[in-house]
């Protein structure tokens, strides 16, 4: 069992995962939770979610979530692979899950996942992630929290800039433009 | 003019801090150069032949005078005292340290400038109509749809690890001064026969090694729902674009490998299912947006003055001077793009005194006084003179676009700027250039087309052949609304021949040119063949 960090509210803890990652050409151990790719879980998801265990998936970032749609309530946790850092696909695929298909699971982050990236990471919806960096959960949340403001919604519950504003202009804050460089 | 609040500032000033979090990790040596690298590029720092370059993002190519005087400052400090204005209106300085980039990243974030997305694979700063919110033509002001963007794709969760490199330009104008078409996104704001805003929106165009005009995807967007158009492009982008080939990674492949019915379809699909009222900007937003850029309070003037006529009747120089940049005043010289801390500083000073305190730059690397009165024009020339920067040469044979070529990039297989200033040097008389008129010539130093060669009435192309700098001439480009693609002339010449071709280029066209007709006319109406017969029977 590996390590995983987990989001808990406004919190990063390191928690002990329970889930074995099976692949392809692996057997499916006897007993145990399991994370299964997205074929295996096409062909066997029925018996694998039937035998009384818990079943998560890992998605490679050229898979769709939308073929989950199914199968969605009855995951226990989605994993969305990050090939290499610089490949972004995964963020679009976790939006998608949190907004659209409305996956309110655990979502984890797994491949290479480098802490520079936790803030695109914690926005687009992921609450779960297994550092190839070696962060701890308080370097994590740290690099999640550099910015004081947004400046769009996202999966996270964070107001964006033009809503402070707004709350701003109505006397609920304090904020005044003024000349640049003045 | 868009003035930062508290909200914005603080964002710059967050952002610096984790750049320089970032480079102490990479000092440090806690993250690799390849972990590093998207970091910085989209902090616009590229590494280079001899330094860092450091590329400053001057957003819609509007500049106050406290701006241009911190990067006058900036470039004597930490640089060699002079920057590069470049063609997407950004400013370079080629000669940054690594462990100095934060310190200029806050310096520059005090007078809200900044480099953020100058580079990298993420959406870029957004470019519009270098005479938005100056000029008569235009039915909106494209700067305030530019900030809309550029507050959307900042540090956007989403949208920072795209495929490729991802740039928008906006105008508002009938006549495109934004080179649009060559965009990955173009928008072009219209309204419709009931009066509402609207934007055309246009994909897939781009230079590079595969050069490609943008399509219209949509003819009508309603102006309020632009964010959440672009979000349902980007998504369709990111998803499904190639990520196996790094030449086959721009949008302009996409679009062009599904065909742009396929494309459309699949965004407007995507844009049916997104949640626009998430994404989409509250009116009051943007009514906040649209109150910075107010046009400016301008007393009443003559539409002709006494002052200006006299010193044009005794002054011939400064009659070309008037004719060529009426509108616009040309940063010069040698090195296209080029100027000096100190002439910034002039040009800030100007600025102050005549223009209402604003400097533009634009994509052909000139920097415009835009709310000169009449009256202050021989006032302005004659500081412009002192300074080496009054070159009357507006669009004319010598207002060469170039990019900064083998002397700077790592990229490039020729260079461009010596090129460029034996052509200047060529057709130095002035009244050759303005009896030849506008003829824009556009340089790079390799395929991926800084220099806009693609573009050009003469597109001029480095390439290597063993070792040795030539140079691909191609003719009848045009960025503008009669957008067209430069077709190739035949085999690349040497740099020794390039101002030879050029030449008899220019004397084909004054031979074959009817009245009234440009140099791209002239092409376009006969064709490549007298030309290439000029070029070939010289050269040999």
């Given at each position: 069992?590996?390590?995983?960090?987990?989001?808990?509210?406004?919190?990063?803890?390191?928690?002990?995962?329970?889930?074995?990652?099976?692949?392809?050409?692996?057997?499916?151990?006897?007993?145990?939770?399991?994370?299964?790719?997205?074929?295996?879980?096409?062909?066997?998801?029925?018996?694998?979610?039937?035998?009384?265990?818990?079943?998560?998936?890992?998605?490679?970032?050229?898979?769709?979530?939308?073929?989950?749609?199914?199968?969605?309530?009855?995951?226990?946790?989605?994993?969305?692979?990050?090939?290499?850092?610089?490949?972004?696909?995964?963020?679009?695929?976790?939006?998608?899950?949190?907004?659209?298909?409305?996956?309110?699971?655990?979502?984890?982050?797994?491949?290479?996942?480098?802490?520079?990236?936790?803030?695109?990471?914690?926005?687009?919806?992921?609450?779960?992630?297994?550092?190839?960096?070696?962060?701890?959960?308080?370097?994590?949340?740290?690099?999640?929290?550099?910015?004081?403001?947004?400046?769009?919604?996202?999966?996270?519950?964070?107001?964006?800039?033009?809503?402070?504003?707004?709350?701003?202009?109505?006397?609920?804050?304090?904020?005044?433009?003024?000349?640049?460089?003045? | 003019?868009?003035?930062?609040?508290?909200?914005?500032?603080?964002?710059?000033?967050?952002?610096?801090?984790?750049?320089?979090?970032q480079a102490e990790r990479r000092l440090s040596g806690d993250i690799t150069e390849d972990q590093f690298k998207p970091l910085r590029?989209?902090?616009?720092?590229?590494?280079?032949?001899?330094?860092?370059?450091?590329?400053?993002?001057?957003?819609?190519?509007?500049?106050n005078t406290a701006q241009l005087r911190r990067l006058a400052w900036v470039a004597s400090t930490y640089d060699k005292g002079y920057?590069?204005?470049?063609?997407?209106?950004?400013?370079?300085?080629?000669?940054?340290?690594?462990?100095?980039?934060?310190?200029?990243?806050?310096?520059?974030?005090?007078?809200?400038?900044?480099?953020?997305?100058?580079?990298?694979?993420?959406?870029?700063?957004?470019?519009?109509?270098?005479?938005?919110?100056?000029?008569?033509?235009?039915?909106?002001?494209?700067?305030?749809?530019?900030?809309?963007?550029?507050?959307?794709?900042?540090?956007?969760?989403?949208?920072?690890?795209?495929?490729?490199?991802?740039?928008?330009?906006?105008?508002?104008?009938?006549?495109?001064?934004?080179?649009?078409?060559?965009?990955?996104?173009?928008?072009?704001?219209?309204?419709?026969?009931?009066?509402?805003?609207?934007?055309?929106?246009?994909?897939?165009?781009?230079?590079?090694?595969?050069?490609?005009?943008?399509?219209?995807?949509?003819?009508?967007?309603?102006?309020?729902?632009?964010?959440?158009?672009?979000?349902?492009?980007?998504?369709?982008?990111?998803?499904?674009?190639?990520?196996?080939?790094?030449?086959?990674?721009?949008?302009?492949?996409?679009?062009?490998?599904?065909?742009?019915?396929?494309?459309?379809?699949?965004?407007?699909?995507?844009?049916?299912?997104?949640?626009?009222?998430?994404?989409?900007?509250?009116?009051?937003?943007?009514?906040?947006?649209?109150?910075?850029?107010?046009?400016?309070?301008?007393?009443?003037?003559?539409?002709?003055?006494?002052?200006?006529?006299?010193?044009?009747?005794?002054?011939?120089?400064?009659?070309?001077?008037?004719?060529?940049?009426?509108?616009?005043?040309?940063?010069?010289?040698?090195?296209?793009?080029?100027?000096?801390?100190?002439?910034?500083?002039?040009?800030?000073?100007?600025?102050?005194?005549?223009?209402?305190?604003?400097?533009?730059?634009?994509?052909?690397?000139?920097?415009?006084?835009?709310?000169?009165?009449?009256?202050?024009?021989?006032?302005?020339?004659?500081?412009?003179?002192?300074?080496?920067?009054?070159?009357?040469?507006?669009?004319?044979?010598?207002?060469?676009?170039?990019?900064?070529?083998?002397?700077?990039?790592?990229?490039?297989?020729?260079?461009?700027?010596?090129?460029?200033?034996?052509?200047?040097?060529?057709?130095?008389?002035?009244?050759?250039?303005?009896?030849?008129?506008?003829?824009?010539?556009?340089?790079?130093?390799?395929?991926?087309?800084?220099?806009?060669?693609?573009?050009?009435?003469?597109?001029?192309?480095?390439?290597?052949?063993?070792?040795?700098?030539?140079?691909?001439?191609?003719?009848?480009?045009?960025?503008?609304?009669?957008?067209?693609?430069?077709?190739?002339?035949?085999?690349?010449?040497?740099?020794?021949?390039?101002?030879?071709?050029?030449?008899?280029?220019?004397?084909?066209?004054?031979?074959?040119?009817?009245?009234?007709?440009?140099?791209?006319?002239?092409?376009?109406?006969?064709?490549?063949?007298?030309?290439?017969?000029?070029?070939?029977?010289?050269?040999?």
């Open positions: 069992m590996s390590t995983l960090i987990k989001l808990e509210s406004d919190r990063a803890v390191l928690a002990l995962d329970p889930f074995v990652y099976v692949p392809d050409e692996a057997e499916v151990p006897a007993g145990g939770d399991i994370i299964v790719s997205l074929s295996r879980l096409v062909s066997e998801g029925d018996a694998l979610l039937g035998a009384g265990r818990r079943v998560g998936v890992r998605l490679q970032p050229s898979e769709a979530v939308e073929d989950l749609a199914y199968d969605l309530p009855r995951l226990a946790v989605v994993e969305l692979a990050f090939a290499k850092f610089r490949d972004g696909r995964p963020y679009s695929s976790a939006r998608v899950l949190r907004g659209r298909l409305n996956y309110r699971g655990e979502l984890r982050a797994v491949g290479d996942v480098l802490r520079e990236q936790a803030l695109h990471m914690v926005r687009c919806g992921f609450d779960a992630f297994e550092p190839a960096d070696g962060s701890t959960p308080d370097q994590w949340l740290a690099a999640a929290h550099r910015y004081r403001h947004v400046y769009q919604r996202a999966a996270d519950d964070r107001q964006p800039i033009f809503v402070e504003r707004d709350l701003n202009a109505s006397g609920l804050g304090h904020n005044r433009p003024d000349e640049v460089g003045a | 003019m868009y003035r930062y609040d508290d909200l914005d500032r603080q964002m710059l000033t967050d952002r610096s801090n984790e750049f320089r979090l590029l989209m902090n616009g720092l590229y590494l280079q032949l001899h330094a860092y370059m450091l590329r400053i993002a001057i957003p819609y190519g509007t500049l920057g590069h204005f470049t063609t997407r209106t950004n400013l370079q300085l080629h000669w940054i340290k690594l462990r100095d980039a934060p310190d200029i990243l806050d310096s520059l974030a005090e007078v809200g400038l900044h480099a953020i997305q100058t580079s990298g694979n993420c959406i870029r700063n957004v470019t519009a109509d270098p005479y938005a919110g100056a000029t008569a033509d235009e039915i909106d002001d494209p700067r305030v749809w530019a900030e809309v963007i550029r507050q959307w794709s900042t540090v956007h969760p989403e949208f920072s690890y795209l495929p490729r490199k991802f740039k928008i330009a906006v105008t508002a104008a009938e006549k495109d001064r934004a080179a649009i078409r060559s965009y990955d996104i173009g928008l072009h704001v219209r309204r419709t026969r009931e009066g509402e805003l609207s934007f055309e929106v246009l994909v897939g165009g781009g230079q590079g090694r595969t050069p490609y005009l943008a399509k219209t995807i949509r003819e009508h967007l309603p102006a309020g729902r632009l964010l959440s158009y672009l979000d349902a492009i980007l998504r369709v982008y990111n998803r499904q674009s190639r990520r196996d080939n790094i030449h086959k990674q721009r949008i302009k492949i996409l679009v062009a490998t599904l065909g742009v019915e396929e494309f459309t379809r699949r965004v407007e699909a995507e844009w049916a299912l997104n949640d626009g009222a998430d994404i989409d900007l509250p009116d009051t937003e943007l009514a906040r947006i649209r109150a910075n850029f107010r046009p400016l309070a301008f007393e009443p003037q003559p539409a002709k003055s006494q002052a200006f006529e006299a010193a044009k009747a005794a002054d011939a120089e400064f009659a070309r001077f008037t004719r060529r940049n009426v509108h616009a005043h040309k940063v010069p010289g040698q090195t296209p793009g080029d100027a000096t801390s100190e002439q910034m500083q002039v040009i800030a000073d100007l600025a102050d005194a005549y223009s209402q305190g604003e400097v533009r730059v634009n994509y052909t690397q000139n920097l415009v006084l835009p709310h000169v009165k009449l009256a202050d024009v021989p006032a302005v020339y004659a500081r412009l003179k002192e300074a080496g920067l009054a070159t009357a040469n507006i669009d004319l044979i010598t207002d060469i676009i170039a990019c900064p070529g083998l002397d700077y990039c790592t990229l490039a297989n020729a260079r461009a700027i010596p090129v460029a200033q034996a052509i200047a040097r060529r057709f130095a008389d002035p009244e050759r250039a303005e009896a030849i008129g506008e003829l824009p010539i556009k340089i790079s130093g390799c395929i991926n087309a800084c220099g806009h060669h693609h573009l050009g009435a003469i597109g001029i192309l480095g390439v290597d052949k063993k070792g040795e700098e030539y140079y691909q001439l191609s003719l009848g480009g045009s960025g503008g609304d009669d957008a067209s693609l430069a077709s190739i002339l035949g085999p690349a010449v040497s740099a020794n021949q390039t101002p030879d071709a050029i030449e008899a280029l220019v004397e084909t066209y004054l031979v074959h040119r009817q009245e009234g007709e440009r140099f791209l006319d002239t092409v376009r109406r006969t064709g490549l063949q007298p030309f290439k017969e000029a070029v070939y029977v010289d050269a040999h």
